[in-house]
């Protein structure tokens, strides 16, 4: 019972395989070309076999041994890159007499180097019809923009053609058989398009010349030459560069469909660097946009060196990761508050996605198809309106930008005016204090010559004059008289130098020609000294003097100014003290400062003379007691010595009880030793 039913099964297993095989074998028998039919795309018609030596003939090929391994093809031919010769066997028959006779069979893709259709006719004689790119598209049997045999079936009986087809750049087959009229109807139709295509591209090539010749902008060039080998890269792919540009030139047919895509992606790189700024915005993608534009023209250099070859499955894969990076930069672009970089994003990834296709056709990865062989065209020209697209919002931005730096010239222009008005102003403000100033000069000037004129006129006066009386009548005159006269003249002269020596020092101090020399000065010896050489002129007003010193006090001053500013404040105080008055004379210190003090028992000041009591050749309302001179310079040159060695000088009156002066300069630091060297102790 078991054996019978493993009969059965068996039985039914040899069936099932019988009808698979019967089934298998249909796909690649007879093609029955049926009345009616005008298209017959070849997917799964042919036989193949594989030579991988290369060298064996149609004799070889018809030789049995040869003709049992050929094997059924379920699919169009791909088989990437290879050195193999792949021969095809396709058997044809019509179905009926009233079946179309003329067959034209269509190839794809033209850059196939050598295709050979053998078919033998009744007499045994063997026909044979070569295509390929390297044929001049001049000696083509048919010329078509793809390879094109003619096939004439006479009869009814079975017809085998032999294909064979050999290329140093990717297999991949599909075949098409059309009749006459269909084919000429599709090739219309086809053209037709292509005409659409090519306008797009002429068109985004014009109007981006425009672009070029009205902005002058680097990226615009770059687009321009994409657009030039985007065009050039379509006309190759559908064979129109071998059809209408170098029909006598095979070289040039064949070498294109390898060095167009480097050129292409090169350009495109250069175009993503210029266009979206990638230098300033990024630069280690532009180093790394860099590498790569160095090596696509290393594989440039290598494809026109003859090594195509070689090395064309591993330019394919450089080339997909190459292309494949355009798209996060161009995105990442647009995040960063770009705009346009978007849109180019939009345009790389039609691009992209229809050069992805061809390497993997080329691969063997990807049948061949409508979409494989033409989607390059659609995604090229989809690319090239995107780009014009981001290059107009581009230069709506620079327009922005350009009415945006316009305003903030304009702005600025104004603000410049408003300044360039106010320094005008300023300056004359300037000019005019520098003239007010003029004129306070010269005013000094006058008054200094006036002062000059008439202070040192009575002095020279009396000196002239005793001088002459004592040259004339020194007989007539007793000894003590003519002392007297000596000193009188003494005296004018000493008035002489203290008006000269006054008028000096304020030159000296205007001009910055003071110099100050800092030293350790004992206050209390030299106001010592000072009153010593005032003595006299004390005695003749019958002033008493009050002398309160502390010897302890040195300061850091100049002695020589220091001198000045003792002098005129002590003769300041004889000046404008009456007869039998005192004058107190201190000497000090005060938090850090070393204070010498003159107080007097004159008229004082009233409070308008104090507010311009230090300003130079000051009037004011008190006169000196004996008709003394006084030029107006003498508080001015204390104030500014004072001041330049960081001193300060105070003035404390009252109208009617007095004035009290207060000159503070900086302590000098004195050790014991020091001391008794400055003391002479």
């Given at each position: 019972?078991h054996?019978?039913?493993?009969?059965?099964?068996?039985?039914?297993?040899?069936?099932l395989?019988?009808?698979?095989l019967?089934g298998?074998?249909?796909q690649a028998?007879?093609?029955l070309l049926?009345?009616?039919?005008q298209?017959?795309p070849l997917?799964n018609?042919?036989?193949l076999?594989?030579d991988?030596t290369?060298?064996?003939d149609?004799?070889?090929?018809?030789?049995?041994?040869?003709?049992r391994?050929?094997?059924?093809?379920?699919k169009n031919?791909?088989?990437?890159?290879s050195?193999?010769?792949f021969w095809l066997?396709?058997?044809l028959q019509?179905s009926?007499?009233?079946s179309?006779?003329?067959?034209?069979?269509?190839?794809?893709?033209i850059?196939?180097?050598?295709?050979?259709?053998?078919?033998?006719?009744?007499?045994?004689s063997?026909?044979?019809?070569?295509?390929?790119d390297?044929?001049?598209?001049?000696?083509?049997?048919?010329?078509?923009?793809y390879?094109i045999?003619?096939l004439y079936?006479?009869d009814t009986?079975?017809?085998?053609v032999?294909?064979?087809?050999?290329?140093?750049?990717?297999?991949?087959?599909r075949a098409?058989?059309w009749?006459?009229?269909?084919?000429?109807e599709t090739s219309d139709?086809?053209?037709s398009?292509?005409?659409?295509?090519y306008g797009?591209?002429?068109?985004?090539?014009i109007?981006?010349a425009i672009?070029?010749?009205?902005?002058r902008?680097?990226?615009?060039?770059?687009?321009?030459?994409?657009?030039?080998?985007?065009?050039?890269?379509?006309?190759s792919?559908?064979?129109?560069?071998g059809m209408?540009?170098?029909p006598?030139?095979?070289?040039?047919v064949?070498?294109?469909?390898?060095?167009?895509?480097q050129?292409?992606?090169?350009v495109?790189?250069l175009f993503?660097?210029?266009?979206?700024?990638?230098?300033?915005?990024?630069p280690f993608f532009?180093?790394?946009?860099?590498?790569?534009?160095?090596?696509?023209?290393?594989?440039?250099?290598?494809?026109?060196?003859?090594y195509?070859?070689?090395?064309a499955?591993?330019v394919?894969?450089?080339?997909l990761?190459q292309?494949?990076?355009?798209?996060?930069i161009c995105?990442l672009?647009?995040?960063?508050?770009?705009?346009?970089?978007?849109?180019?994003?939009?345009?790389?990834?039609s691009?992209?996605?229809?050069?992805?296709?061809?390497?993997l056709r080329?691969l063997g990865?990807?049948e061949?198809?409508?979409?494989?062989d033409y989607g390059?065209?659609?995604?090229?020209?989809?690319e090239?309106i995107?780009l014009a697209?981001?290059?107009?919002y581009r230069i709506s931005?620079?327009?922005?930008?350009?009415?945006?730096?316009?305003r903030?010239?304009?702005?600025?222009s104004q603000q410049?005016e408003?300044e360039?008005?106010?320094?005008?102003?300023?300056r004359t403000a300037?000019?005019?204090?520098a003239?007010?100033?003029m004129?306070?000069l010269?005013?000094?000037?006058?008054?200094?010559?006036g002062?000059a004129a008439?202070?040192l006129?009575?002095?020279l006066?009396?000196?002239?004059?005793m001088?002459?009386?004592?040259r004339?009548?020194r007989h007539?005159?007793?000894?003590?008289?003519?002392?007297?006269y000596?000193?009188?003249i003494?005296?004018?002269?000493?008035?002489?130098?203290?008006?000269v020596t006054n008028?000096l020092d304020?030159?000296?101090?205007?001009?910055?020609h003071?110099h100050?020399?800092a030293?350790t000065?004992?206050?209390g010896?030299l106001?010592r000294?000072?009153?010593?050489?005032?003595?006299?002129a004390?005695?003749?007003k019958?002033?008493?003097?009050?002398?309160?010193?502390?010897?302890?006090?040195?300061?850091?001053a100049?002695l020589?100014?220091?001198?000045r500013?003792?002098?005129n404040l002590?003769?300041?105080a004889?000046?404008?003290?009456?007869?039998?008055?005192?004058?107190?004379l201190?000497?000090s210190?005060?938090?850090?400062?070393?204070?010498?003090e003159?107080r007097d028992?004159?008229?004082?000041?009233?409070?308008?003379?104090q507010?311009?009591?230090?300003?130079?050749?000051?009037?004011l309302?008190p006169?000196?007691?004996?008709?003394?001179?006084?030029s107006g310079?003498?508080?001015s040159?204390?104030?500014?010595l004072?001041?330049?060695?960081?001193?300060?000088?105070r003035?404390v009156s009252?109208?009617?009880a007095?004035t009290?002066?207060?000159?503070?300069l900086?302590?000098?630091?004195?050790?014991?030793t020091?001391?008794?060297?400055?003391?002479?102790?």
């Amino acid at each position: 019972m078991h054996t019978a039913r493993y009969r059965r099964f068996f039985i039914f297993a040899l069936l099932l395989l019988s009808f698979l095989l019967k089934g298998l074998t249909a796909q690649a028998a007879v093609t029955l070309l049926e009345k009616g039919e005008q298209k017959i795309p070849l997917h799964n018609n042919f036989q193949l076999f594989e030579d991988t030596t290369g060298k064996l003939d149609i004799q070889d090929i018809l030789s049995p041994e040869i003709a049992r391994q050929f094997k059924p093809l379920s699919k169009n031919l791909s088989a990437g890159y290879s050195e193999s010769a792949f021969w095809l066997r396709l058997d044809l028959q019509r179905s009926s007499a009233d079946s179309n006779k003329m067959w034209l069979l269509e190839m794809m893709p033209i850059m196939l180097d050598d295709i050979r259709m053998y078919r033998r006719g009744k007499d045994g004689s063997m026909e044979i019809q070569r295509a390929g790119d390297h044929i001049a598209f001049s000696q083509q049997q048919i010329r078509h923009h793809y390879p094109i045999f003619k096939l004439y079936l006479q009869d009814t009986e079975t017809t085998t053609v032999y294909l064979r087809i050999q290329s140093t750049s990717s297999v991949f087959f599909r075949a098409i058989l059309w009749t006459p009229n269909k084919f000429t109807e599709t090739s219309d139709y086809i053209a037709s398009l292509m005409g659409i295509y090519y306008g797009v591209m002429l068109a985004m090539i014009i109007y981006n010349a425009i672009l070029l010749i009205t902005y002058r902008d680097i990226s615009m060039f770059y687009y321009l030459l994409l657009s030039f080998g985007t065009l050039a890269a379509g006309m190759s792919i559908n064979g129109h560069i071998g059809m209408f540009i170098a029909p006598d030139w095979p070289w040039l047919v064949d070498i294109m469909p390898a060095l167009l895509p480097q050129l292409i992606i090169l350009v495109s790189s250069l175009f993503i660097t210029s266009f979206l700024q990638l230098k300033e915005t990024m630069p280690f993608f532009y180093k790394a946009f860099k590498v790569m534009q160095v090596m696509v023209l290393i594989f440039i250099a290598l494809i026109l060196a003859g090594y195509n070859a070689t090395i064309a499955e591993f330019v394919q894969l450089v080339s997909l990761v190459q292309v494949i990076c355009f798209l996060p930069i161009c995105f990442l672009a647009g995040l960063r508050g770009y705009p346009p970089g978007y849109i180019v994003c939009v345009a790389s990834v039609s691009w992209v996605v229809s050069i992805f296709l061809l390497p993997l056709r080329n691969l063997g990865i990807l049948e061949s198809s409508w979409i494989t062989d033409y989607g390059f065209q659609i995604g090229s020209a989809m690319e090239a309106i995107l780009l014009a697209l981001a290059q107009a919002y581009r230069i709506s931005l620079i327009k922005k930008e350009s009415v945006d730096i316009q305003r903030q010239l304009l702005k600025i222009s104004q603000q410049a005016e408003y300044e360039l008005e106010a320094k005008v102003q300023l300056r004359t403000a300037e000019l005019d204090d520098a003239v007010q100033r003029m004129k306070l000069l010269d005013k000094e000037k006058d008054d200094i010559l006036g002062i000059a004129a008439h202070d040192l006129k009575n002095p020279l006066t009396s000196i002239i004059g005793m001088s002459d009386l004592l040259r004339k009548m020194r007989h007539q005159i007793s000894e003590e008289q003519q002392q007297q006269y000596l000193e009188r003249i003494s005296n004018s002269g000493q008035r002489m130098m203290h008006i000269v020596t006054n008028l000096l020092d304020v030159n000296a101090l205007e001009s910055g020609h003071f110099h100050l020399s800092a030293q350790t000065v004992d206050f209390g010896q030299l106001l010592r000294d000072i009153i010593q050489q005032y003595e006299s002129a004390l005695k003749a007003k019958n002033l008493h003097t009050v002398v309160d010193i502390d010897s302890s006090v040195f300061v850091t001053a100049d002695l020589n100014a220091c001198i000045r500013i003792f002098d005129n404040l002590l003769s300041n105080a004889i000046k404008f003290s009456t007869a039998e008055k005192t004058i107190w004379l201190t000497i000090s210190q005060h938090n850090g400062m070393g204070r010498f003090e003159v107080r007097d028992e004159g008229p004082g000041l009233s409070s308008e003379d104090q507010q311009h009591l230090f300003t130079k050749f000051s009037k004011l309302s008190p006169t000196p007691t004996a008709g003394e001179h006084s030029s107006g310079l003498g508080l001015s040159i204390v104030k500014k010595l004072s001041e330049a060695q960081d001193g300060c000088v105070r003035c404390v009156s009252t109208l009617g009880a007095g004035t009290s002066f207060m000159v503070e300069l900086p302590l000098a630091t004195v050790s014991p030793t020091q001391m008794q060297v400055l003391t002479g102790t």
